[in-house]
């Protein structure tokens, strides 16, 4: 069974374009972590918000975090063809289980 | 190699058969998950070790599958008797820290099909 759940599950936008995904879960949570897999390959770490935490940028990333409805969003801004990929949401409850989402599948058209 | 990595990459079963998946963490790592993803799904908790504990194995879809990590580096997830339902990709992801919640590099996989 899986915390997270994206939407949408599937997205296409132009290269320049915003996109933004967003993550539900269930439970409450220590934080938060947004990881890209493009095909083929493993996952790698965009960001990760605290619990306490409310909004936080990396370069075009920003996410927000909202405790009170169980929710995040990532927005990458000015997308690029290279941030082709998919996006998924991480959350930990305090043990030692990492539970993943099922993804958002961006394709950004160059 | 500075990252997490795996073998092999790929890996065809015969139904029936045991196979054997290695993960090298990065060096130094205390913690070590093992996750199974289906095609167009997340990744699965397997199981996490913190050092050679074994600390949670809650994961594992059943007693076919067996985890190990002897010397607090290198692990190994063994399938035993593969059904077609085991196949995935089988991801292997190490944190520097003693707790689950911190940031995991990952490996890019074994990718495991039996016919």
């Known amino acids: 069974s899986q915390q997270g759940e994206e939407d949408p599950q599937a997205l296409s936008i132009q290269e320049g374009e915003n996109a933004t995904m967003n993550c539900s879960y269930k439970?409450?949570?220590?934080?938060l972590q947004w990881y890209r897999q493009n095909s083929g390959r493993g996952l790698v770490h965009l960001i990760l918000i605290r619990s306490n935490e409310r909004e936080k940028h990396s370069g075009r990333l920003r996410v927000t975090l909202d405790t009170s409805k169980k929710s995040s969003s990532l927005l990458i801004t000015a997308s690029r063809a290279a941030d082709t990929a998919s996006y998924f949401c991480a959350t930990n409850t305090g043990g030692f289980k990492t539970i993943f989402g099922a993804g958002t599948r961006l394709f950004v058209k160059a | 190699g500075a990252g997490v990595s795996q073998s092999p990459r790929y890996k065809v079963a015969k139904r029936g058969q045991d196979v054997a998946l290695r993960c090298d963490p990065i060096?130094?790592?205390?913690?070590l998950f093992w996750y199974q993803q289906a095609l167009g799904q997340g990744p699965e908790f397997l199981t996490y070790f913190q050092n050679e504990a074994q600390l949670d194995k809650s994961g594992l879809p059943s007693d076919r599958f067996f985890a190990e990590r002897p010397e607090g580096s290198v692990s190994t997830l063994k399938i035993q008797r593969t059904q077609q339902e085991d196949s995935a990709v089988y991801l292997c992801?190490?944190?520097?820290?003693?707790?689950?919640?911190?940031?995991?590099?990952f490996g890019a996989g074994t990718r495991l099909s039996v016919l």
């Open positions: 992801a190490s944190s520097p820290g003693g707790q689950a919640k911190n940031i995991q590099y």
């Open positions: 060096s130094g790592h205390v913690s």
């Open positions: 439970t409450s949570i220590n934080n």
